[in-house]
């Protein structure tokens, strides 16, 4: 990695990363994934966080915010090498409490424009839930109750 010392070198050198990126997503290289497993609870709202509302003019909410960004690098990615169509795929983790209400919303919404075949939808895995006392919670005879795996579920 080159010294920098001056602005105009950051600029240069965020340039070279610039160009990288975008060449990786024309080559199909890159792919997003938002992790929406939880509920929007500590925000005071009983869905999922990506369906808050930004309380932005335009009335996005997170899951729009997110599809409006891939698509306008999507398409300056295309714009610069010469190729068409949504490039980045999208992958999102939801949770079994959330996962048919994330899917409903999109569909509902259109999928905020992005190419719907580019975005996967999948529920983390459980985890057994336990007690404050660290026992295994039953949720009915032959039935744990599950949990959902968390953030490091992206890795199972």
């Known amino acids: 990695m080159p010294n920098i010392t001056t602005h105009e070198d950051l600029k240069k050198e965020a340039k070279v990363f610039e160009d990288i990126g975008y060449e990786a997503i024309a080559r199909g290289e890159v792919a997003v994934c938002i992790m929406s497993g939880g509920q929007g609870t500590r925000l005071g709202f009983d869905h999922p966080k990506g369906m808050f509302d930004l309380k932005l003019q335009c009335g996005l909410t997170l899951f ?47 999928y905020f424009g992005y190419d719907k075949d580019s975005i996967v939808f999948f529920p983390q895995g459980g985890i057994p839930a336990l007690s404050y006392e660290g026992k295994i919670i039953v949720e009915s005879e032959g039935q744990l109750s599950l949990a959902p795996g968390g953030n490091g579920a992206i890795y199972g």
Do not use: D
């Not at 997110?66 to 490039?87: I, P, V, Y």
């Open 64 to 110: 729009g915010f997110f599809a409006n960004r891939l698509a306008r690098l999507n398409e300056l990615a295309c714009k610069r090498h010469n190729k068409q169509g949504t490039l980045i795929k999208w992958y999102l983790m939801t949770s079994e409490m959330n996962h048919e209400e994330i899917v409903s919303y999109f569909e509902e919404n259109k």
